[in-house]
């Protein structure tokens, strides 16, 4: 079910209604199972037995760590958790990877061929990776390691419904943001009407809708001629035009979900972590990582790289590390090696940052940051090449294009139209630098609002879905 | 509980305002759209186009002739045919999906003329589940702004292109890019060469479709879009022409041609020549009726 979409509309009514009813009120939890069970089964009914599956083993093996007194059984339990997760999103998200290498080395066609035959479930690189959250904060949670105790004596039965209602819940299931458990657990508990904050929630939701439908889906529209062999016969302008256009969408599209997600959650009474900070400002490579897909890469940093050490071990192992978690990273966005090499383009242009900054730092001046934010955000456009064309050969081709199509005709219509719908986006964007100086919001006005939803109703384009449904 | 949200949402003036003002907008321009009518003449992509065409259609149209297609006969634009005509042609689009949408849209014209030239291209089924989605079908009709064309930004630059072609009276030239020409020919002339190859499910849906209509009472026509003479007797247009002769007695349209007309690409008309087409199709078409008539 998409989130623009009737029928979404319709599911968060019916459900606000139901949940916010006096007498249902310590039913919340389980209404709000019931809907998500019904989101997530309107495209794949029958993927909702995994996901029930999942939720299932989750709350077993995190229980038991729980209820376990002696640390190697409460490692036990943890190691089995984390494989678990890793064996499901293995099997359903890199089945036709590992077919291909199957049938490029052993020729085993056969094999290859049941392997790619394996469905991939939306939101499973989203929800295994909240598994493997729940179980290793549990780990750590056990009062001898943590820091950060967040489970309370629950029964087995209570802690099941939670565990299935923190898998499952709606808003953030399909496409983040990725919550960690020990974020999540102590929000769950009675909700009351007069404590959501609406107006709030509103802007949010709103602003989500006018990045998405508005934005998003109309460079969409202009974005399809970067496809493979369209892109061939457009001029060198008309092409970077299209990367800074996909670069636009793309963020549109994402932050666009998340905002709606965010905001959906807040009308239920759950705060969802903050999954996008303006991260074309970003002076840095290391800063682009703070600010873009939040979620992911605080997961990453929280779960993986400070695991593997973090920058305690050296320079040589932080840079190591680096390209590890940035390579994983990358391989979770899809089975295919350019999301892999995508990955790891970031993980070089991190550590070259490191290496370079050990010696020289630029100037602080608004000049110099400038400079910086325009080459961070180039390479990074570039980087996104390989998200929309995910087969290296074309993504190579359009760079190639890029320096040979000087003489080729412009399409002054797609560069107008991108130009359009980008401003919106630029002066999202230059409101936040001014707020930043001088504290003024220009864009949380009556007119602006009124605007938004006008160009919401009539002037979306196509309806897709979004970009991150994929992954 | 509606007190409540009452009183959350609208404590803030922020909220109330931005709702009353987008109403007030929202109001005002479908009653400028319903009252004015501006005509539309620009599309942000080709798919806009095509909705907004299929639209027109399913919401509007009362023409007795409706000619189905592919983005050749889509050459023949708005004001070169006349009144009575209705091209449902579409941009990277199918004669099946015309077809499909004539007859889910329940406006039957009198004659249909199907482009023979693309004949086996797949329907959208995408396109026409979007189309007649049932609650917002209704609601579009009835709420011009929802209707794809009518984006304000469609209107805003309509009127100043109408403005400009009205003052500086477009010309019309046979322009082609020499460059695009010879290499998107060769790349038609390699389809051309092959024969088509795994229609058989458009060839049953053709059949259906034709054979509904002429249960209806609808005169099915066939007619062949100008291409580049290299193409023309290559194994593709050949082929496409016997086996819709062998399944079909419809009479078709006179053949163009090829030779009197310029393409953009080996089987696109340049705006000039279809200008010229559109006439020869039109005389064709009442030189059939003539025909049947006696």
Redesign the interface.
């Known amino acids: 079910m998409l989130f623009n979409s009737?029928p979404f509309v319709l599911l968060v009514i019916l459900t606000l209604?139901l949940y916010?009813?006096r007498t249902l009120r310590k039913y919340q939890v389980h209404i709000l199972i019931a809907a998500s069970f019904a989101f997530y089964a309107w495209g794949q009914p029958i993927l909702l037995i995994l996901l029930v599956a999942s939720g299932s083993i989750n709350a077993a093996t995190s229980y038991l760590i729980f209820s376990s007194n002696e640390i190697w059984k409460k490692k036990t339990y943890a190691i089995s958790g984390v494989a678990f997760n890793l064996a499901v999103l293995m099997f359903f998200k890199y089945s036709p990877l590992f077919g291909q290498l199957i049938e490029n080395i052993a020729s085993a066609k056969a094999v290859s061929e049941v392997l790619l035959l394996i469905p991939l479930p939306v939101g499973i690189s989203f929800y295994t990776f909240q598994g493997i959250s729940l179980v290793v904060d549990m780990y750590r949670a056990d009062g001898l390691h943590s820091h950060r105790p967040f489970y309370y004596n629950e029964t087995f039965k209570k802690h099941y419904l939670n565990t299935i209602f923190f898998i499952s819940f709606f808003p953030q299931l399909v496409a983040g943001p990725i919550v960690k458990a020990h974020q999540f657990y102590p929000q769950i508990k009675a909700k009351y009407?007069?404590e959501?904050?609406?107006?709030n929630a509103?802007?949010i939701i709103l602003t989500g809708y006018f990045l998405k439908i508005v934005v998003a889906d109309?460079l969409n529209?202009?974005t399809?001629w970067m496809t493979y062999p369209f892109f061939e016969?457009l001029s060198t302008a008309t092409l970077l035009m299209l990367l800074f256009g996909y670069s636009i969408q793309i963020f549109s599209d994402f932050a666009g979900y998340s905002l709606i997600a965010i905001g959906a959650a807040k009308l239920f009474g759950y705060d969802l972590p903050q999954n996008f900070n303006f991260p074309y400002v970003s002076r840095s490579f290391s800063e682009f990582w703070t600010r873009w897909h939040i979620s992911l890469s605080t997961w990453l940093k929280e779960y993986l790289y400070f695991s593997l050490g973090g920058n305690r071990r050296g320079h040589v192992r932080t840079y190591i590390n680096l390209m590890v978690v940035m390579l994983l990273g990358g391989l979770w966005h899809g089975a295919a090696w350019s999301y892999m090499v995508w990955g790891g383009y970031h993980g070089l242009l991190l550590v070259t940052e490191r290496l370079i900054g050990r010696w020289f730092a630029f100037p602080a001046s608004a000049f110099w940051n400038i400079v910086k934010a325009i080459w961070v955000f180039t390479l990074v456009s570039v980087g996104w090449l390989l998200f929309k064309l995910p087969e290296f050969g074309q993504a190579l081709k359009y760079i190639e294009s890029v320096f040979s199509n000087g003489n080729m005709?412009h399409r002054v219509d797609v560069v107008a139209?991108i130009a359009?719908y980008s401003l919106p986006v630029l002066a999202y964007y230059g409101n936040y630098v001014l707020k930043s100086h001088f504290k003024t919001n220009l864009l949380?006005?009556?007119?602006?609002?009124?605007g938004m939803?006008?160009?919401v109703?009539?002037?979306s384009g196509?309806?897709s879905a979004f970009i991150y449904f994929q992954f | 509980m509606v007190e409540v949200v009452r009183s959350s949402i609208f404590n803030s003036s922020k909220i109330t305002n931005s709702l009353i003002i987008f109403i007030g907008v929202f109001v005002c321009y479908n009653i400028y759209l319903i009252v004015i009518k501006p005509p539309v003449a620009f599309y942000q992509n080709q798919w806009q186009n095509n909705f907004s065409r299929a639209q027109d259609y399913v919401y509007y149209s009362n023409a007795e002739r409706v000619i189905v297609g592919s983005s050749m006969a889509n050459r023949m634009e708005d004001g070169l045919l006349p009144d009575k005509y209705f091209n449902l042609a579409l941009s990277g689009g199918s004669a099946l999906t015309g077809l499909e949408i004539i007859k889910r849209s329940g406006r039957l014209p009198s004659k249909i003329y199907v482009e023979g030239n693309l004949i086996f291209k797949n329907k959208d089924d995408e396109m026409i589940h979007q189309l007649f989605l049932p609650f917002t079908f209704h609601l579009k009709r009835l709420v011009p702004a929802l209707q794809e064309k009518n984006q304000p930004i469609n209107v805003l630059v309509s009127l100043i292109k109408n403005q400009y072609i009205a003052q500086h009276k477009e010309q019309v030239k046979e322009f082609v890019n020499n460059d695009i020409f010879v290499a998107q020919l060769a790349q038609s002339r390699e389809f051309y060469l092959s024969p088509p190859t795994g229609y058989l499910n458009e060839l049953r849906e053709l059949v259906e479709l034709v054979n509904y209509f002429e249960l209806e009472g609808v005169s099915i026509y066939f007619f062949e879009m100008p291409i580049a003479p290299e193409l023309a007797n290559l194994t593709r247009s050949l082929e496409q022409r016997r086996i819709i002769k062998s399944l079909f007695n419809n009479e078709w349209l006179p053949y163009p041609d090829n030779g009197e007309y310029q393409t953009t690409d080996g089987i696109h008309l340049t705006y000039a020549s279809a200008h010229r087409f559109s006439q020869h199709f039109t005389a064709g078409a009442d030189k059939l009726d003539t025909i049947d008539s006696n």
Do not use: E, H, T
């Open positions: 009737v209604v916010y009813r009407l007069g959501v904050d609406f107006a509103y802007k109309n529209d202009q399809f016969s005709p139209m359009i949380d006005s009556s007119v602006i609002y009124a939803m006008f160009a109703f009539v002037n196509r309806s």
